[in-house]
């Protein structure tokens, strides 16, 4: 059977995403390293999943503030292990004006900077130094701040979306008067998280705390969410830092408490990233192109009406009076009256994952039905109704393909967590070619076996389980 | 008469902008040179900006996407007069990552990069370059792109929100297939940001052409809106530009026409940033403090319980309750019920320039009475109603403060927009310490004498008036 992306994700997983991206219109590749241009309808899904997201965070509390760009070295030098996590990624700025010197646009030597600024990899030291003024007394805790920005990793091997020298990501950073506390608004936010993955992108998550090896570099405690994609790979969708006193000790984060005395604030950081529109986009998508759940997707619906010569005016005309319906009932839509041929229109929008197509030919429109189909089930949705049914049924339709495409990954999930009582296991597992999570105690892990399974295999990781912290998730990750 | 900002603006108007923006929490110096810090308070009322503009800009068919930060030094080349205009302040990447060197964290220099990248001054250069491939044919004419994002300009003498090396702002780029609709696009623009800064800024402009001399670099018309302080200097809060077929030959925008004739596009760009925030607490605020109009304050109302400590409880759950009942009216409201005293609470409140104040005391509780201020008019608008009427009528009365605070302004600029027949007069006028914006003949500029009024008193040429443009506004300026 022809499918609109080839490779098939079972002939080529990694090349399939890349055309996907490009059939779906998603983003390109940018003319500088390792960064992406997020394209109209790319960013259009940013937008809600934003938008959602900033309002459950300003709901915890959080208040949206802006911190700059660039960072001055020695802040980022205060944190020893914070540099050793982010030294060797870090864009630096070194000069402040271009000058044209033997005919070459260059920087201009007067202008070098005696210090240096690299451009924020993120914001923990430039906020803990805010934090060092803003915080004086047990009035002014518990303080909770977010920022909606880009950062920045330079990036060797990119991958648009899942790994890209620029990204962009909310951070939020929060002060607390005890350990208890911060602790607790990192796991609140972890749980924040998890909802909204769920409720709004359709997408379980297996969550559960870092190990020592792989935590954040500066945390005490990481939380994180982890993605299980279609070819068995985890995705690392969002993290909450319990940072403990390290920044607060680092950047002098005091407060004078109820007794009279000076003490160290306990610091949190959180942060969801665009990375996330890589687990949305290859968790859900199929052989056809993009699969979008209606909570973000830019058009719920796309009408297409199937004319001809004859009565295009008159179909178009009708089309677009029942796209105003919809979008009056609030529903996002589409109306494609543009002079493509309707075959062209219905591949164009199953690629780029309208959740319901509403076909219109010139009968329908004299009987009063129109032809819907399910961009998640696909042909085998395909029915007619009237025009009144689907005025009355449309928001039903979109709530239940939000719950069946949640389900079909839980569904599908099951099928890919594993089990092993040992390394031996997890080692024929691997070597079998078996895809997907492996559940195994963790103190099986703590040896040179694990590590040159780690090598061979390039599995990790992933986190403790939540539900037995003995136990943790070893995968193979984007 | 005790003021809350002192110095007071007679006394020294740049000394009071700056403990303005202190005592309303808006903002504060960053330790990077130039950039600053926006608080929570401050960033609310840009996210209320920009939400509003956004909504109109996307209402003239603009699509939002997102392009990198860094701009490749061989792009910014390639267009001389817009290289001319920004060089001086480009923030220069020159290392992709930092070393520890003898004790020091520095720029490694095997990361050194062969072509550096700059910080983005404004993006026509990189999106120039992706229409160059998103353009083909007359159908994907016009193309309507728009980014909210970060740009930065390095700047020696900064000043929160009007000056700063980082700032954010909307910028928007779009191809045409001819100069007529280019020109047209750029003119509409013009026109929506009038509207905008007009309806929800309370501010009203003054709109016109810039002069040849202040053109921005690498455009044939720039249109600008003109802002006028308190202390009559010109404050520029946004232009659009007519960029000819400057950037679409530098990068090659070509469509194939319908006649089959491969034809350079001919593109705008437009943009407002944070510096509008400038404008919006000069323009309208007191020495009291800040004063915000009600569309764009975080809360339109603040209700403070005048509690004693025999009733605070009972007073304080009231005043919640007329909260709840505001916020369900669709009303932003903040209660402060926090442990200060009430004229503590009172003064924090009108310096962060909330528009509507509600007192509660104990009687009026009994009486279901409310005390209301407007922070526009002072003490002299300080009123008992009851609460059935402020239910009914807070929403008239926000309406009716944001009416008479943009009709406040019209009529002090109207004192401060001279006339004036010839450069005698200009200097006299000057001379004389005459304040504001002065109308003259543009040709009567075009001299070494202008040129010698400019130096001495630091005047700019404006814009032409749009209602006869052989007359130009000239000012001094921010």
New interface residues.
């Given amino acids: 059977m022809k499918t609109a992306i080839t490779p098939t994700r079972s002939e080529n997983f990694s090349e399939w995403y890349q055309n996907l991206i490009t059939a779906a219109d998603l983003a390109?590749n940018?003319?500088?390293?390792g960064?992406?241009?997020?394209?109209?309808y790319?960013?259009?899904i940013?937008?809600l999943m934003r938008d959602e997201l900033d309002k459950r965070i300003k709901a915890c509390g959080a208040?949206?503030?802006?911190?700059?760009?660039?960072?001055?070295?020695d802040?980022?030098?205060r944190e020893a292990e914070h540099?050793a996590g982010f030294?060797?990624?870090?864009?630096?700025?070194?000069?402040?004006?271009?000058?044209?010197i033997d005919g070459t646009?260059?920087?201009d030597p007067e202008?070098r900077l005696t210090e240096?600024?690299?451009?924020r990899p993120t914001s923990e030291t430039?906020i803990g130094?805010?934090m060092s003024?803003w915080v004086q007394s047990y009035r002014d805790l518990p303080l909770k701040?977010n920022q909606w920005?880009?950062v920045?990793r330079?990036e060797m091997r990119p991958r648009l979306f899942l790994r890209t020298s620029?990204f962009?990501w909310q951070e939020g950073h929060n002060a607390f008067a005890t350990h208890d506390q911060a602790n607790a608004d990192a796991r609140k936010m972890h749980g924040v998280y998890g909802d909204y993955m769920r409720e709004v992108l359709a997408i379980p998550s297996i969550m559960g705390e870092k190990t020592p090896e792989e935590r954040f570099a500066g945390a005490d405690h990481t939380y994180t969410l982890e993605h299980i994609m279609q070819d068995g790979k985890a995705l690392q969708a969002g993290t909450s830092h319990d940072l403990g006193q390290h920044f607060s000790k680092s950047f002098g984060i005091q407060y004078l408490d109820t007794d009279g005395v000076l003490k160290h604030a306990w610091t949190t950081s959180w942060g969801v990233s665009t990375r996330m529109m890589g687990s949305l986009f290859m968790t859900h998508s199929d052989d056809d192109g993009l699969v979008l759940p209606p909570a973000v997707a830019p058009y719920q619906v796309v009408i297409i009406p199937i004319t001809r010569d004859e009565n295009a005016d008159e179909l178009n005309a009708y089309a677009d009076d029942l796209g105003t319906q919809l979008r009056n009932a609030g529903i996002r839509v589409f109306v494609d009256t543009s002079d493509m041929r309707a075959p062209d229109k219905m591949w164009k929008w199953i690629k780029r994952g309208v959740p319901l197509r509403v076909e219109i030919g010139a009968r329908e429109m004299a009987d009063g039905c129109v032809t819907i189909t399910r961009r998640d089930l696909g042909k085998s949705s395909k029915h007619s109704i009237t025009v009144a049914e689907l005025m009355a049924d449309v928001d039903g339709i979109l709530k239940q393909i939000q719950r069946d495409m949640y389900d079909a990954v839980v569904a599908r999930n099951q099928t890919m967590i594993h089990n092993v009582s040992d390394l031996d296991e997890l080692s024929d597992a691997l070597a079998n070619g078996t895809i997907g999570f492996f559940r195994i105690k963790y103190t099986a892990t703590q040896n040179e076996k694990f590590d040159a399974l780690m090598d061979t295999y390039k599995i990790s990781r992933r986190c403790l389980d939540d539900a037995d912290s003995d136990y943790v998730y070893v995968a193979k990750s984007y």
């Fill in positions: 390109e940018a003319p500088v390293r960064c992406m241009t997020i394209k109209p790319g960013w259009a940013w937008e208040q949206n503030a802006q911190f700059p760009l660039l960072i001055p070295i802040f980022f030098n540099v030294a060797k990624e870090a864009a630096v700025v070194t000069h402040y004006r271009l000058k044209m646009l260059q920087p202008s240096p600024y690299i451009i430039i130094d805010a003024r701040l920005v880009n920045m330079w620029e962009y």
